[in-house]
């Protein structure tokens, strides 16, 4: 088949037909594979814990993250090329906005400049593709587990927004383990009009009822924050939900708000550990330390007036750091616990090398459980947003 050096006729065909839209993803990626003259694409998607790439639409064998060129695609988000023989392998890594989802293959025995660009942009579009299908394609969900999920931690994990979210003037990432039993943690984050929207949530216990308390949480912050509410307002919302719902309940957590346009952050602690500011490689020591207030769900009998929202000037390149605390509480290889300092000291070091946020909390929630034989003593989330404002 002989394809044109631009071949956006044949894609623009392919996206003009109706007749695509509704397939699965796996017959969609084939057509736009050969609208692009791509015979031989394989897209890989990685698993909830961000260990290994399994393949979607092709019986070849899971590749893991770490120590391939593929997972190195995936960690670096870069293209990678692997020669095999006479055929050769680019690996394009598939992002959407700022998520990793996985990376594509695209093998052929030559790798010129037309077929990297083709490359790139099927793999931008099949993002779009997994993106848009991945919540309701039951096989999508089966390829990226790999053991079975508890009946809290799948509740809890059906109201997560993605892993990673960003803009040109910030990226906002997490991590949450254990991936498959996860009971009362959860993290949140969006963005609106000119706004970065994060928090960590820990509720009480590790059942059911703590998944519930964290996913009515987040349902009455989301409720709040779209109808406008300031973030005092936005968090007596969530205890008067709690309230009514589930009374005997509560969650402590950090809620904040960055105005994007001048790095101004306000947040309200709700007895949870405060967050940590990271500037120029280093902890500013007690930078948003302020009195915690009660955590949410607490009866209004105990809450002398609205919560008191406090204020902080963030830096271009500040980075800020949500927690809890099962990630302090986390065992080391050496058998001792983690700490808020080696914590803080880790992040600063990969930081240091320039690696990307989300692969450092990859890295990090995987060497504690790692030490501890794939098993937390209590649920670990992090959130890490980072303000860098565009300079003209």
């Keep these: 088949m002989t394809v044109p050096e631009s071949a956006e006729g044949p894609l623009g065909d392919f996206l003009a037909d109706p007749r695509n839209l509704p397939l699965d993803l796996v017959t969609s990626a084939a057509r736009a594979s050969r609208a692009l003259g791509l015979r031989d694409a394989v897209i890989y998607i990685a698993d909830i814990q961000q260990r290994r ?41 598939l992002i959407d906005g700022s998520e990793r989802l996985g990376v594509l293959a695209v093998r052929a025995p030559t790798l010129d400049a037309g077929v990297l660009r083709r490359g790139r942009t099927l793999a931008a579009l099949l993002a779009m593709m997994v993106t848009s299908k991945r919540t309701y394609k039951d096989n999508f969900v089966r390829r990226s587990r790999t053991a079975p999920m508890e009946l809290p931690a799948e509740l809890l994990r059906a109201y997560l927004p993605p892993r990673t979210i960003g803009t040109a003037h910030t990226v906002s990432t997490a991590v949450l383990e254990p991936a498959y039993q996860v009971g009362g943690d959860a993290y949140d984050h969006a963005l609106s009009e000119n706004t970065l929207h994060a928090g960590v949530v820990d509720a009480v216990g590790h059942n059911l009822s703590s998944g519930l308390t964290a996913v009515v949480s987040l349902a009455a912050c989301r409720n709040a924050r779209r109808t406008g509410a300031d973030l005092p307002d936005l968090v007596a919302a969530v205890d008067d939900a709690l309230i009514q719902w589930l009374p005997k309940q509560f969650c402590t957590a950090v809620l904040a708000r960055v105005d994007l346009s001048t790095g101004v952050m306000r947040w309200v602690n709700c007895g949870h550990p405060p967050p940590l500011l990271i500037r120029d490689e280093n902890v500013i020591a007690g ?55 080696r914590f803080a000291e880790y992040v600063i070091r990969t930081a240091g090398s320039g690696e990307l946020a989300p692969e450092t909390l990859r890295r990090l929630i995987h060497s504690l459980l790692d030490a501890q034989e794939h098993r937390l003593r209590d649920d670990a989330t992090i959130l890490m947003f980072e303000w860098r404002p565009v300079t003209n």
């Design 287 to 341: 930078a948003l330390d302020r009195p915690a207030q009660l955590p949410m769900g607490y009866p209004s009998r105990f809450v002398a007036g609205p919560r008191t929202a406090h204020e902080f000037a963030l830096k271009p390149g500040d980075r800020v750091l949500m927690y809890t605390d099962g990630v302090t509480e986390a065992r080391t290889a050496d058998g001792s616990q983690l700490g808020l300092d």
């Design 53 to 93: 790439l399994t393949p979607l639409n092709s019986t070849a064998a899971p590749l893991l993250i770490d120590g391939t060129l593929a997972g190195w695609s995936y960690r670096t988000q870069s293209l990678r090329v692997e020669e095999d023989g006479t055929v050769l392998t680019a690996w394009l890594p």
